[in-house]
């Protein structure tokens, strides 16, 4: 196939530049591949964290990105749909997460399609975005209309999509591990001393949102440490107030538990983190995708995650992590309770090592294919 592949990549940072990044890495093994990305992401004034620049290091990057979107200039959208109709392209890959890029992936889809026959792929990493309002909807709709197949992560996704979209033609596959923050030989002993931390450890890691839950996890400690010593380290850049969260430790007396790193994460320190920790624990209120459980497995540690959105689908309850209800301190304490006094560790990582392929971006790669197959043979 030729394929075009629109996204971000370094030198903007998270999930979603990762994910794209590996993406191209992978098809680019068996197809044609052109990879084009934003010079301007986002205003600097609309990023609710610091800055969407990688500060890493150990870049997870690829050569030859044609940097030609512009978030904010209409006229590079407008160049970079030329480009596409003029190549010849079988199919445009697209991820879709929040509806900021609507007027971008709108306007490069309209005209694609008006001067070609390229098939549209959009993956889907939220159908329609975490805490949004009420015309999140609308562009979502006026945007994805303009695709011929999507892949989502989730079954709630899947729903969501064809809540919007009846007919589409969607496809549900898991969100593949990452496995490229090994920039160096971890040993967990090692890493907990150079993050100054000792004995039983949960982690918390990503950028803190409502929808995260961490309310819920800080109200479950008073219960865990009762049953057995434990830290909590949440790791990840606070977007919302970070004083409540503060005042909540204090409240429950736990600040000599808790270990707070109010920053993003550079790659050759995520798995430090990662390597460090017995569970990771994702107390979501809502989900659709996760990147951080498949950092998670990607260093073989079980997740205590909740039972919203594809959590329950990849995680294998007693086997690979826990899954426990939303906004249940209760259920949260029983189930970190469970793992740090049942010594079962080994039991865990060796479950999530048997299920690797499963995660694996070959899948990904094999059912991109398959669901291609019929529409590029015909169009």
């Known amino acids: ?52 620049v990688d500060p890493s290091q150990m870049h997870i990057q690829v050569p030859g990105v044609e940097r030609v979107i512009d978030s904010v200039n209409p006229l590079t959208w407008v ?65 994805l209309k303009q695709g011929d197949y999507y892949i989502v992560h989730s079954r709630e996704d899947e729903n969501n999509l064809l809540d919007i979209l009846p007919d589409a033609r969607v496809c549900r596959h898991v969100h593949p591990t990452y496995d490229v923050f090994r920039f160096d030989d971890f040993e967990p002993q090692e890493c ?22 961490l309310t819920y996890l800080l109200k479950a400690m008073p219960e865990i440490l009762a049953a057995v010593p434990v830290k909590l380290m949440v790791v990840g850049e606070f977007w919302k107030d970070k004083h409540y969260y503060l005042k909540l430790i204090e409240q429950l007396d736990v600040g000599d538990h808790v270990i ?5 994460v550079p790659n050759e320190d995520v798995g430090r983190y990662f390597c460090a920790a017995d569970l990771v624990v994702q107390p979501y209120v809502s989900a659709t995708g996760s990147g951080v459980v498949q950092i998670a497995f990607g260093f073989h540690k079980p997740v205590l995650a909740t039972a919203v959105g594809c ?34 560790k080994g039991f865990f990582e060796e479950n999530i090592k048997r299920q690797q392929y499963r995660f694996s971006w070959e899948r990904l790669a094999d059912k991109i294919e398959m669901l291609l197959a019929d529409g590029i043979q015909y169009h």
């Open 192 to 213: 907990r001393r150079m993050l100054g931390v000792s004995g039983n450890l949960m982690l918390f890691f990503g950028f803190v949102r409502d929808y995260k839950g």
């Open 260 to 264: 707070i790193i109010d920053q993003y």
């Open 311 to 344: 959590l329950p689908e990849i995680i294998d309850h007693g086997r690979t992590g826990f899954i426990v209800p939303p906004k249940s301190p209760e259920a949260i304490a029983e189930a970190a309770i469970n793992l740090f006094t049942s010594k079962s």
């Open 79 to 143: 160049h970079t749909a030329r480009i596409l109709a003029r190549n010849g392209f079988d199919v445009v890959i697209i991820p879709w997460w929040v509806s900021f890029w609507a007027p971008q992936f709108f306007t490069i889809l309209k005209i694609l399609k008006k001067y070609s026959n390229t098939l549209i792929l959009f993956i889907c990493h939220n159908v329609v975005a975490h805490e949004s309002k009420s015309y999140d909807k609308l562009l979502t709709k006026l945007v």
């Open 1 to 52: 196939m030729k394929i075009a592949l629109i996204g971000p990549t370094y030198p903007f940072r998270g999930g979603i530049s990762h994910y794209t990044t590996l993406l191209h890495e992978h098809l680019k093994e068996r197809h044609e591949v052109r990879f084009f990305s934003f010079s301007r992401q986002y205003p600097k004034w609309l990023f609710p964290g610091k800055s969407d």
